[in-house]
């Protein structure tokens, strides 16, 4: 807790324009600093930027530590429903998409801020929508995992084609979606998330204990009384919305929704959802807020994609995690 | 607590497959209870059934007079546990955490143990004599240890009936004596009935009260001794390389 709230202000004090510490205290707790543009700054710009890193990091880790429980496999993660694949192919569409179909109606609003978002989120809700109808007919869960890691093939080759045959600019666009970033939202978007996030972790509170049960295997936990049926249809439903929510706002970002719960495990000793899923909003927050505050370059103007800095952290340290302790205790 | 199936109708759907039909069984009280047969005859099939964890095709079992039907998954998980073959992987977990589980149907929204579960799982956990590794996580047990385990989970649980499917393989044969023996005292200390499939006929008829003996699509429910005079046993297996002794009531090794 202490680390976390430590980085909250580290992340919000770090940025191209040097604000001293005593004003950013002042601007965020009485609105007033020294000078109006750094109010400004703090205020709309750096303050929904950590917010966002917040969510997006506990999001992303809850959802995996959702899909690792269901699908009891340590590599399952957001990505591995296609979720990710989904909204990348709607922003595809949306970016390179509309100029192939000769659809050049005034590029400025196909490009802007909402629309990505609106693409990504259908982009999300179209494989939510066919993974849920999956889910009814096929009640293997492996079978599903495969079927997910099949869309994201899937989109994936849909979108090389379309990158293949658009023009520079557009590909540098939906290349420079695809890195994500956390900045840029305002106020009323990261509300929009705000309000999916809670909604999506208010549901995974109540889902702590059948969580518990499932780490048995589904008939265990169909014989200390879990609705196997209800409980598949909540986890997939809480992954669509933060997942979907996350990426259609930051970005498709890589890894933290994998290594978070890793992490979490290997910290903590434990697999009870009681205690990793605290563990895995705080540690997915902190870890977020790190990631972002390093993209920054501290003390310079360049700010690095977060999509490499999470990969480039991250991957090194579970990769260390795991060759110390030999192996993962899922 | 009482059992009954009445021309119960067990097996798979999609595609359909029925592996036993007109089961007709009753079992009063607190017995040791043995289901035998040969490999793929249907115990597992049976137990799961009973379990309440595959849906029955036909005809009806009631527990304590209610039809299974009738008892929501909640319910259920009141009146049977189970102890499944094919074990979960080891967990990162503590034999405590891992026993606690059992306490679920009884647990608040959160799962969280009131002082009576904690008692109830530090029961469970010292009848299988594990008290003392009682914090050590599934991943370092033994086979024989970590079935015990299972077994504590299934105690703690509290219910009048526990089904366990094969508790003894992979087990070296003082562990399964010793499983067997845990078994015959949870049955007759705790009153609870439980029925087990194995392949351990020797041990099973040395111990067990009863046996329900499946064979040809037949079901026969018998106390051991009943069913060693019927002479049915004599013919369970190909005599040529397995033979029944009536006088020792044990399967030898035709030679």
Known sequence: MLLFTCLFFLNVSLGSVSIPLTDIFSAIFTGESSQSTWTYIILEYRLPKAFTAIMVGSGLGVSGLLMQTFFRNPLAGPYVLGLSSGAGLGVALLIMGSSLLGLSLGNSVFYSKSSVVIASSIGS??????????????????????????FASLTGAIVSVLSYFSAS?????????????????????????????????????????????????????????????????????????????????????????????????????????????????????????????????????????????????????????????????? | MRLE????????????????????????????????????????????????????????????????RKYNQKELAKKISIVLTKQPQPQNLSISDFVALGRQPYTNWLGINSDNDKKKVNEAIKQVELFDLRNDRLVNLSDGQLQKALIARAIAQDTDIIL????????????????????????????????????????????????????????????????IESGILTNLFPNDSILFDNKTGQFNINP
């Not at chain 1, 993974?131 to 099949?150: E, F, N, P, Q, Y």
């Not at chain 1, 919305?241 to 890793?262: N, Q, R, S």
């Open chain 1, 125 to 150: 809700i179209l494989v939510m929508g066919s993974i849920l109808i999956t889910s009814v007919r096929i009640k293997d869960t492996m079978a599903l995992l495969i079927i997910g890691l099949m």
């Open chain 2, 164 to 227: 366990l499917d094969e508790p003894t393989s992979h087990l070296d044969l003082y562990y399964k004596a010793l499983i067997f023996k845990l078994l015959k005292k949870i049955s007759s200390n705790a009153k609870k009935a439980v029925l087990f499939a194995t392949h351990e006929m020797n041990l099973s008829l040395q111990i067990c009260d009863q046996i329900i003996l499946i064979k040809d699509n037949q079901i026969i429910k018998q106390t051991p001794e009943k069913l």
């Open chain 1, 169 to 330: 600019d557009e590909l540098q666009r939906y290349i420079f979606w695809s890195l994500g970033s956390l900045g840029d939202l305002s106020w009323t978007e990261v509300s929009i998330l705000g309000s999916l996030w809670t909604f999506g972790m208010l549901i995974c509170i109540f889902l702590i204990k059948p969580l518990d049960a499932l780490l048995l295997g589904e008939s265990y936990a169909k014989s200390l009384g879990v609705n196997i049926n209800q409980l598949r249809y909540l986890i997939v439903i809480v992954t669509c919305i933060l997942t979907g929510c996350i990426t259609a706002f930051a970005g498709p970002i890589a890894f933290v929704g994998l290594a978070i719960p890793h992490l979490s495990r290997l910290i903590f000793k434990t697999n009870r959802h009681l205690i990793m899923v605290p563990s895995v909003v705080i540690s997915g927050s902190v870890v977020m807020l790190l990631c972002d505050s390093i993209a920054q370059l501290p003390t310079s103007d360049l700010i690095l994609p977060i999509n490499a800095v999470t990969s480039f952290l991250g991957a090194p340290v579970v990769i260390w995690l795991i060759l110390k302790t030999r192996r993962l205790n899922f």
């Open chain 2, 5 to 68: 199936a009445k021309n119960l109708k067990i097996g798979y759907k999609n595609p359909e497959k029925i592996v036993l039909d007109n089961i007709n069984l009753e079992f009063n009280g607190a017995d040791l209870i043995a289901v035998i047969g040969v490999n793929g005859i249907g115990k597992s099939t049976l137990l799961k059934s009973f379990g309440g964890i595959i849906p029955t095709l036909g005809g009806d079992f009631f527990i304590d007079n209610k039809s299974i």
